[in-house]
């Protein structure tokens, strides 16, 4: 027999598993619980005739319990399912607890207006981006760091980068860094080839991507390629342009840094840059002149050529006897160029020297 | 240990031998002892330094033997003797179909469909958004700072509580051609957001290995001026695309008077930044030095050109997480690479 002070009796006095102390006050675990509170009103054990709100995957159910079923525990609970709209479950409620009391109806529409709040608060948060934290096994980590310290070693950057920036030097890339003899660099640097292309089987290959590599020459395609892969070296890699020589000699490697189109006919290209001195030096800079002639543009060549002419008018004065004559000219130039468009001229002279002395 | 002895004294017994050597290492009737199971710690560490010895002995007589054969060969004016080359991991490399060959069409045609395309042929010049997650704390603004100096035309935005895909739009309608998003854990910076922009690759980087300026021993201080880029080692199709995206990041046209390098390096799939600044000098070298019976060429020295470097700015290290088609869309987004654990299982396998 059904007797709900009884079972409050033992419940409370004794001992509920349901029952929370904290320091607060007494919770009840139970999930039928409205409230939630351990009361002798809010105790589904003790009510013989109870009702509640739970939600299964976002829908609300009201689950009543009436004494002519409290011998059959298993039909014990009846339910009715709720609508999403608030108002509409409101009334659903009105009806189905229309004389039950008060107290208990208004404990549920209090426990279903939380119930909508907290389901609209879940449905944002969701659809809010939270970072997620993702935990890494330690032995993971340990091994990620292991490898680093390997790699690092087998590395050898700064080596690797000297040697790269050596070689965009021999390459020509820089046209105008002025803290060294021009010089004698070039005669080590040429030095400095020679032995290279010695021990260039014994280096490792490395694959080097340059910024900037997107001249469009006529073989693109291998320009771009150029610094990329074993392939190069495997396949001894020839750069098909006669003109440069001096990439025949390391196939493997580096590109001119010259991050422009350098498009041999095309002279509004040069127009863009007319400004920069850069494509004019780099073209000097290189002993192999026959590079010279093909990427340039008209009003680049005129400037060259009219260097040209002083040059010879500067090597002319160079000679043995006419020495002084010559430093008067220089002098004589001096007024109207500036300091170092002089020491380029004087180094320009001093090439075509060389370079006449050569062909001799 | 007693055992062992009777079974060989059964053994030797065929032979005649009364005692025998415990320490031979040499198979008799195929009987290996190891030093490791010698269970007496005196005779065990006697046996196994007696083994060493020989080990040292043996390969100090092998390089004599390989020195004595290439000089011989060089003073008859022959070819020397087939150098030795050690097997390296980067050696043994497992082979990888997806590395970039010199004439390959379609990585070209690739390139110029890229999303990168615009910023690596100058028709926009690189704009970089640097903001960080929404914790930042420690280490993090520091680094930021650096970063900032290190790549030339970036902001530094501060978080807020934005969603990232809000940052992303908020970017593009500044104009912006890359976003960096630094991630700080446990007042690390930990991880590296790479976003390109308009819609771009996302890549996720982790990060390690963090060293500031300050913290560099004669470090210089960076200039103002374009550096120049150095990627080394980018071989496989995803790593050229990586390289270039780092490569958007940056301005096409280096500034050589400014003598600034950076340098992102893979080795092994690490990616290793180094942030220097070069000089190119004349140093004198004596020759011959190695070879101290020749006295004649002792007093040669020869000139050579060496580019010195001076580290400035940060050094980290970078290891790529997952790499995603598009703008940052972790649900959504069609990833081209993520990293999985089952990648890891052999040593000799990269991705980069």
């Known amino acids: 027999m059904q007797n709900d002070d009884v079972i409050w009796d033992v419940i409370r006095h004794h001992h509920c598993s349901y029952m929370a102390k904290i320091q607060t006050g007494n919770f009840c675990r139970n999930p039928y619980n409205v409230t939630g509170i351990c009361n002798r009103s809010s105790c589904p054990l003790a009510n013989s005739r109870y009702a509640t709100i739970r939600d299964h995957d976002g829908i609300f159910y009201l689950y009543m319990k009436t004494i002519e079923r409290a011998h059959m525990p298993n039909k014990l609970w009846e339910r009715v399912k709720l609508p999403k709209n608030y108002m509409k479950a409101l009334e659903i409620i009105d009806k189905h607890l229309e004389y039950w009391p008060k107290l208990l109806v208004h404990k549920i529409k209090q426990r279903l207006t939380k119930m909508t709040q907290y389901r609209i608060r879940m449905v944002k948060l969701s659809k809010k981006v939270r970072e997620k934290i993702m935990t890494v096994p330690r032995k993971e980590v340990k091994r990620e760091s292991r490898r680093e310290e390997k790699a690092l070693r087998a590395a050898q950057i700064e080596n690797v980068i000297e040697k790269e920036l050596l070689e965009r030097l021999i390459k020509g890339v820089y046209p105008d860094i002025c803290n060294y003899d021009e010089e004698i660099f070039n005669k080590l640097l040429d030095k400095n080839k020679v032995e290279e292309q010695e021990e260039e089987e014994e280096e490792e290959a490395e694959v080097e991507y340059v910024e900037g590599d997107y001249e469009i020459e006529e073989e693109e395609e291998l320009e771009d390629i150029e610094d990329m892969g074993d392939f190069l070296k495997a396949n001894n890699f020839d750069d098909i342009e006669g003109d440069e020589d001096d990439l025949e000699e390391q196939p493997a490697k580096k590109k001119a840094y010259v991050s422009y189109p350098l498009k041999q006919d095309d002279g509004t290209e040069k127009v863009r840059r007319k400004g920069k001195k850069v494509v004019v030096e780099v073209e000097r800079d290189e002993d192999m002149g026959n590079r010279q002639h093909n990427a340039m543009s008209n009003c680049a060549h005129q400037k060259l050529r009219f260097w040209h002419v002083f040059g010879r008018i500067s090597r002319f004065f160079s000679r043995q006897s006419y020495q002084f004559e010559g430093i008067f000219f220089f002098f004589f130039c001096f007024r109207f160029f500036l300091c170092r468009t002089m020491i380029d001229l004087w180094f320009y002279s001093q090439e075509m020297l060389q370079r006449d002395s050569l062909l001799l | ?352």
């Not at chain 2, 690739?110 to 690189?126: H, I, R």
């Not at chain 2, 509580?161 to 998003?181: C, D, G, M, R, W």
């Not at chain 2, 963090?210 to 071989?235: A, M, Q, W, Y």
């Not at chain 2, 070069?278 to 020295?301: C, H, I, M, P, R």
Request: net charge positive.
């Open chain 2, 1 to 352: 240990m007693a055992k062992e002895k009777k079974r060989k004294a059964a053994e030797e017994a065929v032979d005649g031998d009364d005692y025998i050597e415990r320490e031979d290492k040499k198979p008799k009737k195929q009987k290996l002892i190891l030093a490791s199971q010698i269970k007496n710690k005196e005779k065990r560490s006697a046996v196994y330094a007696k083994l060493k010895h020989e080990k040292r002995v043996e390969k100090h007589k092998k390089i004599k033997a390989r020195d004595a054969a290439s000089k011989q060969a060089l003073e008859l004016g022959e070819e020397p003797p087939e150098k030795m080359v050690p097997r390296t991991i980067e050696n043994t490399r497992e082979l990888d179909e997806t590395v970039c060959r010199p004439d390959d069409e379609e990585l070209f045609a690739g390139n110029d469909a890229d999303e990168f395309s615009a910023v690596l042929k100058q028709q926009t010049a690189p704009k970089v958004l640097i903001t960080t997650c929404r914790f930042n704390s420690s280490r993090g603004p520091a680094f930021i700072k650096e970063l900032l100096s290190v790549i030339p035309n970036a902001q530094y935005y501060k978080r807020g509580t934005y969603e990232l895909k809000k940052i992303v739009e908020y970017a593009k309608n500044k104009e912006f051609t890359s976003i960096i998003v630094v991630h700080t854990n446990r007042r690390e910076p930990d991880a590296l957001l790479l976003i390109g922009l308009p819609d771009g690759p996302t890549a996720h980087f982790r990060l390690s290995n963090l060293v500031l300026r300050k913290d560099i021993k004669n470090h210089g201080n960076p200039t103002s001026h374009e550096p120049e880029l150095v990627l080394n080692n980018f071989t496989t199709r995803l790593g050229h695309r990586v390289g270039r995206m780092i490569q958007s990041l940056f301005p096409q046209v280096p500034n050589f008077r400014g003598r600034r390098v950076v340098t992102f390096h893979n080795q092994r799939d690490f990616i290793f930044f180094r942030h220097h600044r070069y000089v190119f000098e004349v140093k004198e070298k004596k020759e011959g030095l190695k070879d101290k019976k020749s006295k004649a060429s002792q007093g040669k020295t020869e000139k050579k050109a060496i580019a010195r470097l001076q580290e400035c700015g940060p050094r980290f290290t970078l290891k790529l997480v997952s790499l995603q088609h598009g703008t940052f869309d972790t649900k959504g987004g069609e990833f081209e690479w993520v990293h999985k654990a089952d990648m890891d299982t052999s040593r000799r396998r990269f991705f980069i």
